[in-house]
């Protein structure tokens, strides 16, 4: 029996990390859009509540809740709510992220760790809290969302650079640990998009470089994601999805 195409995500439940605004909330109208039971984390919760209703108003089942992805006991709220509602957990995509410019000469031990600790550290919790329930999950997988300033870096990015090298690493390293069970790990590579994250960047950003010319809109990401948790993306683990309108061939 052929699956409705439409429908790739019928039966999934899904937990997307950041998802009160920006990519993560076009992530979570794609996913829902497709057929999963959506819950959207953030500490933006009035943005949060704000997106889940619009989206439940044109029918899709989207719910918010409050995650903290820096904070273990966050997560263990997370874990056990997901738990009361699902039993499992089919997808995770770790979108949560925060972004800073500083050159590391003036860089503040408190603003790095701050950065890690939502960017990186935010997503290795994200994993081990939810571990248990991915496992009981229907073709579970994880998407990780890095960014083209992990493998290339940029002036000023260090924390970000350095948090979105290290997803890479995490992504690898949970794909091959978890294989066994059955769930796929992967990181979403994102060049310019136009969300709330960018928009005091300076010149565009990494508009002038990238040669489609343009940043990206969210949905063009959310339609990566959507083909990384689906059965279309089976065979597929521990790779990194690059959707960067040609960055990363200059
Ligand atoms: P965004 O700022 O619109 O969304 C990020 C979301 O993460 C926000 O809703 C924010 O409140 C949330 N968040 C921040 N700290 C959090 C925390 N401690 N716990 C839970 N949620 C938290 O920006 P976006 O572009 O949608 O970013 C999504 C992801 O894409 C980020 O990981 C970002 O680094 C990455 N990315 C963005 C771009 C870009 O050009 N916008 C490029 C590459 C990668």
Request: aromatic fraction near 4%; charge should be negative; proline fraction near 4%.
């Amino acid at each position: 029996m052929t699956t409705n195409p439409a429908h790739r995500l019928a039966g999934r439940s899904a937990l997307i990390t950041g998802g009160a605004r920006g990519q993560g909330a076009a992530h979570a109208q794609r996913l829902a859009a497709e057929g999963a039971a959506v819950l959207i984390g953030d500490v933006l919760d009035e943005a949060g509540e704000k997106t889940a209703a619009s989206l439940q108003s044109d029918g899709l089942d989207v719910s918010y809740l409050h995650l903290d992805v820096s904070d273990p006991a966050s997560w263990r709220a997370a874990h056990d709510l997901v738990e009361e509602r699902f039993g499992q957990l089919d997808i995770l995509v770790n979108n949560a992220g925060i972004i800073h410019v500083t050159e590391i000469g003036d860089e503040t031990l408190e603003a790095w760790n701050h950065l890690l600790g939502v960017n990186l550290t935010g997503a290795f919790l994200g994993l081990r809290t939810m571990l248990p329930l991915l496992r009981k999950g229907t073709n579970s997988s994880v998407v990780n969302t890095s960014s083209i300033f992990g493998p290339s870096g940029a002036i000023g990015y260090s924390a970000y650079a350095a948090s979105k090298s290290g997803l890479l690493g995490l992504t690898r390293t949970a794909a091959l640990e978890l294989a066994p069970d059955g769930i796929r790990v992967n990181a979403l590579v994102p060049g310019g998009v136009s969300t709330p994250l960018n928009e005091l960047e300076p010149e565009g950003g990494v508009v002038p470089e990238t040669p489609l010319g343009r940043r990206a809109n969210a949905d063009e990401l959310a339609a990566a994601v959507a083909f990384l948790v689906s059965d279309d993306a089976s065979f597929v683990t521990g790779t990194e999805l690059v959707v960067d309108g040609g960055f990363r061939t200059r």
